[in-house]
């Protein structure tokens, strides 16, 4: 499985955008890059995925290097409700299998 | 639409014992994965399940299996139980056809206690 690197922890004041890095240097040509966030006690949700374009949806946007070795994903304004961890994840797109790899993610701390 | 339903939420089971848990998929999704998250491994992906067969493994031991019913719902099924079995059990749904664009949709998962 093609791995993922993601600093540890990030902060945001509350109301303020948020860049989540993710490096992904080993990616292949078909590998789809998803996005998963894990609020407390609860289990992952789905945010956002992309291919080469950057992407946008009522959560947030998702912008892919060109040589799509990172992406970021961009929360645009940070709420309370959004500290979480952030997975990033690459999903090979031959064989769209659905065993997830999670990674350690970023755990995004939102301050009031 | 009703979401992935897990039950038991919690459970306390003693070393050597078996334990069940069950999944049921949102309506129409014919993909179930099983995960397991600790502090210590994060989320671990088990197996994943399409039309009742097992499509893809985990590295875990033969003491972890599961299965999946004609209508979905899925069972897994720890045997032997160790200490270090206790974690919190996630399964996901998804319409399973094979698709990387496709997202998963998780559970609240089962918490396993083992004494």
């Known amino acids: 499985d093609a791995k993922t690197t993601q600093p540890n922890s990030m902060e945001s004041n509350e109301e303020e955008p948020v860049h989540l890095p993710c490096n992904h240097s080993?990616?292949?040509?078909?590998?789809?890059i998803h996005w998963y966030r894990q609020l407390p006690s609860q289990g992952p949700e789905y945010v956002i995925h992309?291919?080469?374009s950057n992407v946008n949806n009522r959560m947030a946007s998702l912008a892919i290097a060109e040589d799509r070795k990172s992406s970021t994903l961009i929360l645009h304004r940070a709420t309370l409700r959004d500290a979480a961890v952030y997975y990033c994840?690459?999903?090979?797109?031959?064989?769209?299998?659905?065993?997830?790899?999670f990674g350690t993610g970023t755990r995004l701390t939102v301050i009031p | 639409k009703a979401g992935v339903t897990q039950t038991p939420r919690y459970l306390i089971k003693t070393r050597g014992q078996q334990v069940t848990l069950s999944c049921s998929p949102i309506?129409?999704?014919?993909?179930v994965s099983w995960y397991q998250q600790t502090p210590g491994q994060g989320l671990q992906f088990l197996f994943e399940?399409?039309?009742?067969?097992?499509?893809n493994k985990g590295n875990f031991p033969g003491r972890f299996s599961g299965r999946q019913f004609s209508n979905s719902r899925s069972e897994m099924n720890v045997s032997t139980l160790e200490l270090g079995d206790s974690a919190l059990y996630l399964c996901?749904?998804?319409?399973?056809?094979?698709?990387?664009?496709?997202?998963?949709?998780f559970g609240p998962g089962t918490r396993l206690t083992v004494l």
């Open positions: 996901a749904s998804s319409s399973g056809a094979g698709l990387a664009y496709n997202e998963q949709f």
């Open positions: 080993t990616i292949s040509g078909t590998d789809y």
């Open positions: 992309g291919l080469t």
């Open positions: 994840i690459l999903r090979d797109g031959e064989t769209g299998a659905n065993n997830l790899f």
């Open positions: 309506s129409g999704h014919r993909s």
């Open positions: 399940y399409f039309s009742e067969t097992q499509r």
